[in-house]
């Protein structure tokens, strides 16, 4: 626990010394969205809300890959490894303060994302429901926090680890993203039925608990050289 | 050859490791007794880091076997880590965080005390740096941090990897006192092999990943 | 190497011999016995190869994650092989389901509705990750690294599969209470269709089966060759 939390404050403060990764998300986050918005063109987006939702949900994943790709850079760079593993502390704390790093870089890039898009493409004065919204991209970011953790961890020694990465995520976010997207344009209304929010989020904590039971205890694997 | 019932400080027995299908060590058979440094010689991919990272748990043997006071490797490793102070090429630091920092990281990960790092601080004469990032520090000095980052715990074996790389006389001076401290056992790989002249109790020299 | 030389042959031998006549029973009840569908057509019959494919397929990839796991807490490179091997052969079976499946998406729209859109997404998904599986297989050079990561990517399949089966029927559907079972189905056919479904099903695992000791055998065979290639290029 106590090497778990030191993990996670190394993990901060190089952000916050480095600031590398948060800007770069949001810069990417902002410019995908400006450029969805003049790519599909128009004072009216065809497909309305629902359209932009899903949109939205596509630039989440891909903002998630730009942070994930540069996870364990430092360690790599400056042979970092050694003094981690060589260690007594679980190899599986590293996992999880990586994870927590990036579920907070993730919430914060969406911090920003959030009030653009509903500048950008709020339409006709519906949205979907902002509560289930958030929620959804809490539990979605935890996943992909996670399940990115350690795919990034094993990419971490492999040669064309940038695009090895997104490749090797994507099935994983496929899922995800479905039931994002549904449970997110369900809540558009006038809410006619459809998915009810909390099933779409029973099945994303579903999704968090076996990323988080295969995660831990699968990173030991993956470090090891 | 110390009393047979206590263990080997380091024992290999034909231990191989490849990197794919290149063979970086190949039988290599080695003891070392405790309280006995050993020096590890030999050119460029000789194998002798690959060696020192399989005692510092951080490879896993793929054939022989390794046994640290009488722990088998990779079995064992996690008994084993809490002994083992490993010093690489590389010193093992953030360079973006401070000494202190990097040394309270490596604290919380060995379970050591923070008292210790001011400690250490002052047996790598970095007590006036501890504030300065690790990447501004020069090369002589990174290094004496990685040493300090290796004695936190105060461990009874010590793997140095060319530890007298980049030291300035005052640093060479405070490894030699380290060294002689050090009650423990220690592998120590060098390409200057006649300066730890008075602290070594034997040599092995590695070529191709075999022993020499 | 080892003893059981002699054993090998025999068992591939006695799986095709098995796989042959399970096919071709499987064969002349889809073409002979079952009763022709009464909404869906003489086309229908397509059913009977679909699922038992697709059925194998999940069976293939839920092998190769199995002796995935296997390799990780023994180390053993031959588990490695075990675990690669249903894995490629999912690839094959996998590509045949896509197709089959969208041959008979075409022909029967409405009445096996949960047979229908969803299960070719997931599907979609599983066969994206068996695709992920090889690339990050061909990145890494042979060697126990290589062998350690695919066995991690292969048990994370498993994980994703049930994933998948659920989450694309959640998102398609409105229904989280009622997923997709095999009561409900086999509720849905008579006697004779499900029988023929299970003969057919028995029919493509065994051909599997066969395919895998084949493979197998293949492989190892290709190893020694280059163990051999090895020592002869050390002494020249």
């Known amino acids: 626990m106590r090497a778990y939390r030191a993990l996670l404050r190394k993990d901060l403060l190089l952000e916050l010394r480095g600031r590398e990764l948060v800007p770069a998300m949001v810069v990417f986050v902002v410019g995908a969205l400006v450029l969805v918005r003049l790519g599909l063109g128009g004072e009216r987006l065809a497909g309305g809300t629902r359209a932009a939702t899903g949109l939205l949900w596509v630039v989440v994943v891909f903002t998630s890959m730009l942070a994930l790709v540069r996870s364990f850079a430092q360690e790599r760079e400056h042979g970092i490894w050694d003094g981690l593993l060589s260690a007594p502390a679980d190899r599986s704390a590293i996992w999880a303060a990586r994870a927590s790093a990036t579920f907070l870089f993730l919430g914060v890039t969406q911090a920003v994302a959030l009030p653009l898009f509903w500048l950008f493409f709020l339409q006709d004065g519906r949205s979907p429901s902002l509560a289930v919204l958030a929620a959804a991209l809490a539990l979605a970011d935890l996943g992909v926090a996670m399940l990115g953790a350690l795919l990034a961890g094993l990419v971490s020694n492999v040669r064309a680890r940038e695009v090895l990465l997104p490749v090797l995520f994507l099935p994983f976010a496929l899922p995800l993203v479905s039931v994002a997207v549904r449970m997110t344009v369900d809540s558009i209304p006038p809410q006619n039925g459809g998915l009810g929010a909390l099933h779409g989020l029973g099945f994303l904590a579903l999704y968090d608990t076996i990323f988080a039971l295969l995660g831990w205890a699968l990173f030991e694997y993956v470090v090891e050289d | 050859m110390s009393s047979p019932e206590r263990a080997p400080a380091v024992r290999c027995d034909g231990l191989t490791r490849r990197y794919g299908e290149r063979v970086a060590l190949d039988a290599v058979s080695l003891t070392v007794a405790p309280g006995e440094r050993l020096l590890l010689t030999g050119g460029n991919g000789a194998g002798k880091t690959t060696l020192l990272r399989v005692l510092a748990t951080v490879l896993r043997p793929h054939a022989g076997e390794v046994a640290i006071d009488g722990h088998v490797l990779p079995r064992d490793a996690r008994k084993v880590r809490p002994a083992i102070g490993y010093v690489g090429h590389e010193p093992l630091v953030y360079p973006a965080l401070t000494a202190r920092e990097n040394l309270e990281l490596y604290a919380a990960l060995y379970g050591v005390g923070r008292e210790r790092i001011e400690q250490v601080l002052e047996l790598a004469g970095l007590n006036g740096r501890g504030a300065d990032p690790a990447g501004e520090l020069s090369r002589g000095l990174r290094q004496r941090l990685g040493l300090a980052r290796a004695m936190l715990h105060s461990p009874s074996l010590l793997l140095l990897d060319e530890p007298t790389t980049g030291l300035d006389e005052d640093g060479r001076e405070r490894l030699r006192g380290v060294l002689a401290a050090h009650r423990g056992a220690a592998v120590i790989a060098t390409h200057e092999p006649d300066w730890f002249a008075g602290l070594e109790h034997g040599r092995l020299r590695l070529a191709a990943g075999k022993a020499a | ?236």
Not at chain 3, 34 to 55: K, M, N, W
Not at chain 3, 168 to 176: G, M, R, S, Y
Not at chain 3, 186 to 197: E, V
Not at chain 3, 200 to 213: C, E, F, G, N, R
Request: proline share 3%; glycine share 8%; aromatic share 14%.
């Open chain 3, 1 to 236: 190497m080892n003893g059981s030389h002699r054993a090998r042959p025999d068992r591939a031998t006695a799986a095709a011999t098995a796989a042959a006549l399970l096919m071709a029973l499987a064969l002349a009840m889809i073409f002979f016995y079952v009763p022709t569908d009464v909404s869906e057509g003489y086309s229908q019959r397509i059913f009977y190869f679909h699922v038992p494919i697709a059925l194998t397929t999940y069976f293939l990839f839920t092998w190769g994650a199995v002796n995935g796991a296997r390799f990780l807490l023994k180390r053993d490179m031959s588990l490695d092989l075990k675990s690669y091997v249903p894995m490629h052969l999912g690839v094959i079976f996998g590509s045949l389901t896509l197709v089959t499946g969208s041959i008979w998406a075409n022909i029967a729209w409405g009445t096996w509705w949960f047979w229908g859109d969803t299960q070719l997404t997931t599907f979609l998904i599983i066969f994206l990750f068996n695709c992920a599986y090889f690339m990050l297989r061909f990145s890494i050079e042979p060697g126990e690294r290589r062998a350690t990561f695919s066995a991690v990517y292969a048990v994370l399949g498993v994980g994703l599969i049930p994933l998948s089966v659920i989450g694309v029927h959640v998102a398609q559907t409105n229904d989280l209470i009622h997923p997709i079972t095999f009561n409900e189905n086999g509720a849905n056919m008579d006697g004779s269709m499900f029988l023929t479904f299970l003969v057919a099903l028995a029919a493509m695992i065994t051909l599997s089966v066969t395919m895998y000791l084949i493979e197998l055998r293949g492989k190892r065979i290709d190893d020694r060759l280059r163990a051999i290639r090895r020592l002869a290029g050390g002494e020249a």
